[in-house]
């Protein structure tokens, strides 16, 4: 490989000045700003405190609730998610059947995720509307005294998030999943088939460690998104959490702390390290449960 | 408050040379700029910078915020004194965060001494900073009332007289009776119980937070929550949640079909929102409720180290000070004033109702405001009510969803929410 | 992360499961019925919001509808121009400029999309044909930070925005994009497993520059990698909303998610046939677009996929 030439390092440095600065720089001040008390209600220069926000944060019940809730909305998603995915993928991938429009099936079942979220929030708002919301006219007609109040409970709120994800989400992955079937040489199933081997031998003999580099990919971009969530729960319930706070996800906390409340931008850059930790923590877990001890850093890498 | 009469009258005396000054010099200001920040098209809409574009000849800059984000926006501005508008505004739910924020000249004193001698007490206590300092001015005051359906009134209590139907819900408990009634003949009181949360916010004797940071909860609030309780136990609201579709919807049903007796609404919702449901135009009546209530309003300040200070207070004095205008523009917008001469001077042509036809001729709405509006106490508002009054509605919704078995459970709720939310406070 | 196959959908034929997967009558049709359910699920929330677009507020309260009624003119004026003032009926206020909203999303999204592909495309080109200092060190940096959670910098950055003046301006939306570090590995990935060396090597020969090579022949023939990040590098600046929610504070400036969001908390928009509007509006020149470029969009997320 060829030295690079002067020119080429000019050539470097747009990146990497607009990575220093907007990437790098942010990043590193978030993290000293959390050590301070820095402020935006108040005009004065902030001053260290040392991990101050640290303790308070890790002792608040309202941040470990969020946490919680943050888990309640992404687990179900992605549990979900992936069933839909994948049995999609298995019928999408099967030749013996000729289904008609599957170009249009898949362009249908991805349109949602990639209208803006903001939007999706307004349609929700609008269609659980739950005395003239379209979903529980739907579901019980003019019986009104069966509607359900979806905003009334926190669980229902959770779980109306969670679904609203996983009907976002799942014709994305199940287009990953597909393209990840399809990369495999076909002697495979040849050979399998060949060898008399039943159709749950294949999938989970061969199917599944074939595709486990996308599982993962996607697991690990979900679990990122997921406990980053903000945009639907914001525009539904802005800073208040919405019913029994139930919709406060760990990032509305964050914004919350920094930017509404008392403004503590101090406090709110340490609940974003923190969640950042969780999401570190979380990601090393599954790679170890999922490759075994050696190969979780290598994956990594 | 103190009032040094001499200063007062020197300040209208100086008011009315810079009005002669503009008048005779013309378009003083031609080729000027000033910039507002606030967050409605108001100052359009009511042709405000209009007049002050033809008055001055200076050219206004409107930048408009979201409420919501208003404070997220404005409090960078000042920490980096850069780009911040000329004049900023505060709205009744942070506005006493805006002054506290040292950052808007003192209106009180020279060159400004401007005249709060004939405004509502409440009006210029709202624009005041903790040390009483005078830092925002506002040309309207929101007065609340209570708007009910003349129609179903007639059904239910025998008569739509304004007085006379006043009279069932001049206290809490006869307030909550005649709810009863009400829901008896198959009629919901109000669309929402929280909808209420105005009326018991404006009523608050203390502020959440005292000047040693000590967290109070206001008894006012417990009762807030024991009567939208009763109300809500008794099916006497329709739980619509408030600001939604439906909850605008039941306000623009055709007399015989409606089915919520009243609307909360203050001094702005009759011209801006009642006006516009044209199903129920003429069909409202207004009484008083147990307590006396303002909702919203709009302060003004002048950003202290605004080049354009003369300009800034050339728009504010038009707005704020400058009674024949200030008649004017009521008379024009509906704006219940700030000025207690103005509303005054132009009461009786009020005296068929609205020239929008809400109360159909009924009553004369701005004689129940303005006895409202005198006697409103704001000493309890404070920096933090925007927020906390949020929390306050949310603990709410869940304690009428039975979240919590008894009041206190919900007012320690509260407590728990606020302490999360403003750790370094004490509790 | 390793390169499994350039072009997966080139083969989609052959790639397929066998043919007894799933072959029993019974799970067939629970599989079509299951199928033809989620593409319901997924379109009938869309196909509801067109027709309630045109119903008036009343008739959605009503009940549902599959067909449209005649009130869109109605719903598109005070959704744009707001309700009419109640003091001067020729008034309107209020209004959410959908529109607008949609040239300054564009502007945004147009303007970081074309200096991240650029950029990113030279950044790459650097890093997969030439060797230099600290290579391994900034690309397992590169590596990292495409991991990153979004919000870890978010204090920081607005702290910097403020900072830097740039509040209130288009500048902190689009220069970022300079710096694109997914785009900079996917386009590395295209470069290393289809850019005929040789060719290169040629140029060189020829007497042509680094910056010369980049530009006349590296930039063309990455282009089909260059356009599948750039059409997920535009769909995300277009769909952002944390970025300008802090950055944002002029209405006119405000991007289609801003607007949007409005129609939950502006005053005097509560009104569900505006607001039907207002969402079908920012759906449906998407929907235009997707149903042009859908295949290419799918395909290139589909071998980005493979290429992890």
């Known amino acids: ?140 007609g003019s019986n009104t005294s069966k509607y359900i109040n979806w905003f009334s409970h926190g669980y229902w709120a959770q779980l109306v998030i969670s679904g609203v994800q996983t009907w976002m989400w799942f014709g994305f992955t199940a287009i990953m999943l597909i393209s990840g079937i399809q990369s495999m040489p076909k002697d495979y199933f040849e050979a399998a088939v060949l060898d008399g081997a039943s159709d749950s031998k294949i999938f989970f003999g061969i199917v599944l460690p074939i595709i486990r580099p996308v599982m993962v990919y996607i697991m690990i971009t979900s679990l990122i998104g997921g406990m980053n969530m903000f945009d639907l729960p914001w525009v539904l319930f802005s800073n208040t959490g919405g019913p029994d706070q139930g919709a406060m996800t760990m990032s509305v906390y964050m914004y919350s702390r920094a930017f509404t409340w008392d403004q503590n931008l101090g406090a709110g850059s340490a609940v974003a390290w923190i969640v950042f930790a969780i999401i570190g923590v979380f990601t090393l877990a599954y790679l170890r449960v999922t490759y075994g001890k050696e190969n979780a850093e290598e994956t990594m890498k | 408050m103190k ?27 031609q080729g000027r700029t000033l910039t507002i920040m606030t967050f409605s098209d108001e100052f359009k809409t009511n042709g405000v910078i209009a007049d002050f574009e033809k008055l001055t000849g200076a050219h206004v800059d409107l930048r408009v915020v979201p409420n919501e984000q208003y404070m997220n926006k404005l409090i960078p501005l000042l920490r980096t004194h850069r780009d911040v508008p000329d004049i900023f505004v505060g709205e009744a739910g942070y506005i006493k965060e805006v002054v506290n924020l040292g950052q808007s000249v003192d209106l009180g004193a ?3 001494y401007a005249s709060t001698v004939n405004q509502y007490p409440y009006a210029a206590e709202m624009g005041r900073d903790r040390q009483g300092v005078l830092r925002a001015l506002t040309w309207q005051t929101t007065p609340g009332g209570l708007f009910f359906r003349r129609s179903i009134a007639l059904k239910v209590f025998g008569t739509d007289d304004p007085i006379q139907v006043g009279k069932h819900f001049s206290t809490w408990s006869k307030f909550i009776e005649s709810g009863k009634i009400l829901a008896r003949h198959g009629y919901y009181l109000l669309p929402e119980a929280g909808d209420l949360g105005s009326v018991f916010f404006a009523n608050k004797k203390e502020p959440y937070f005292d000047a040693n940071h000590n967290w109070h909860l206001d008894p006012i609030i417990k ?56 199903e129920s135009l003429g069909d409202w009546g207004i009484c008083h409720t147990p307590l006396n209530w303002y909702w919203g309003g709009t302060w003004l300040n002048i950003y202290k180290n605004s080049p354009n200070k003369d300009l800034a207070w050339a728009f504010i004095s038009m707005m704020t000070q400058n009674e024949p205008y200030m008649e004017k523009l009521a008379l024009r917008t509906g704006d219940f004033s700030s000025d207690k001469v103005v509303v005054k001077t132009i009461m009786d042509h009020f005296n068929n109702g609205d020239p929008a036809g809400v109360l159909g001729g009924h009553r004369n709405h701005n004689k129940i405001f303005a006895e409202t509006a005198d006697k409103i106490d704001a000493s309890g508002v404070s920096s933090e009510d925007r927020v906390i009054n949020q929390v306050v509605g949310s603990v709410l919704d869940d304690y009428l969803n039975n979240k919590f078995p008894n009041v206190d459970a919900a007012m320690k709720e509260i407590t728990t929410r606020v302490q999360q939310m403003y750790p370094d406070m004490n509790y | 992360m390793s390169q499994t196959t350039t072009h997966a959908t080139a083969h989609q034929q052959h790639y397929a499961l066998p043919k007894s997967f799933i072959g029993k009558k019974g799970i067939t049709i629970f599989s079509y019925g299951l199928m033809l359910l989620l593409g319901i699920l997924c379109a009938i929330p869309f196909y509801l919001m067109f027709i309630n677009a045109t119903r008036s507020n009343n008739e959605i309260f009503s009940g549902v509808s599959f067909l449209p009624s005649n009130h869109l003119v109605d719903n598109f004026m005070n959704l744009i121009f707001g309700k009419v003032s109640a003091v001067d009926k020729s008034v ?57 959670p979004p919000t870890v910098g978010l204090i920081g950055y607005f702290k910097l925005i403020s900072g830097l003046n740039m509040l209130d301006t288009y500048w902190p939306l689009i220069l970022p994009a300079i710096a694109s570090p997914f785009a900079v590995f996917f386009i590395r990935q295209f470069i290393t497993g289809s850019l005929p060396v040789s060719l290169v090597e040629a140029a060189r020969i020829d007497g042509a520059g680094e910056f010369m090579i980049f530009n006349r022949i590296v930039l063309p023939l990455s282009m089909p990698g260059i356009a599948t990040v750039s059409i997920m590098g535009f769909l995300g600046s277009w769909n952002n909303y944390l970025g300008p929610l802090i950055v944002l504070d002029k209405k006119s400036l405000f991007t289609l998610p801003l607007l949007i969001q409005q129609l939950n908390t502006t005053l005097y928009n509560r009104d569900f046939g505006a607001m039907y509007m207002g969402v079908a509006l ?15 969009l799918i395909e290139g997320i589909s071998s980005g996929a493979v290429k992890e």
Not at chain 1, 71 to 77: D, E, G, K, Q, V
Not at chain 1, 91 to 96: A, D, E, K
């Open chain 2, 223 to 278: 009762k807030y929550f024991e009567v939208a309780k009763a109300l809500r136990a008794g099916n006497m609201d329709m739980k619509l949640s408030d600001w939604s579709a439906p909850w605008m919807d039941q306000m623009n049903t055709p007399p015989g079909k409606a089915k919520v007796f009243a609307y909360l609404w203050p001094t702005w919702g009759l011209f801006f929102v009642l006006s516009t449901q044209k």
């Open chain 2, 3 to 29: 009032f040094h009469l001499p200063k007062r009258v020197l300040t209208l005396g100086l008011v009315g040379l810079w009005l002669g000054s503009a008048l005779s010099f013309g378009q003083w200001a």
């Open chain 1, 1 to 140: 490989m060829k030295r690079l030439p002067r020119v080429g390092y000019l050539m470097l440095l747009p990146f990497f000045l607009a990575f220093t600065v907007f990437i790098i720089y942010p990043v590193i001040n978030t993290f000293t700003t959390s050590f301070t008390n820095d402020s935006l209600t108040s005009l004065n220069p902030a001053h260290f405190v040392g991990i101050a926000n640290y303790q308070n944060e890790l002792a608040s019940s309202l941040f470990w609730k969020t946490f919680f809730n943050t888990w309640a909305i992404w687990l179900p998603n992605i549990i979900l998610q992936m069933a839909l995915a994948l049995f999609v993928a298995a019928v999408m991938t099967n030749y013996q059947i000729r289904l008609k429009g599957k170009g249009l099936f898949r362009a249908v079942i991805f349109f949602p995720n990639i209208v803006t979220v903001t939007t999706i929030a307004i349609l929700v708002y609008a269609l659980f509307d739950w005395q003239s919301g379209a979903i529980n006219q739907l579901l019980f």
């Open chain 3, 92 to 148: 309107r206020g209020n209004g959410l400029n959908i529109p607008q909203g949609f040239l300054n999303s564009a502007v945004i999204a147009v303007s970081a999309t074309l200096l991240s592909g650029y950029f990113s495309a030279m950044t790459a080109f650097c890093f997969s044909l030439y060797k230099f200092k600290l290579k391994k060190i900034l690309w397992a940096l590169i590596m990292i930070v495409i991991m990153l």
């Open chain 3, 282 to 296: 920012s759906v449906f020149p998407i929907l235009i677009a997707f149903s042009i470029l859908s295949r290419f």
């Open chain 2, 110 to 112: 020279a060159p400004y």
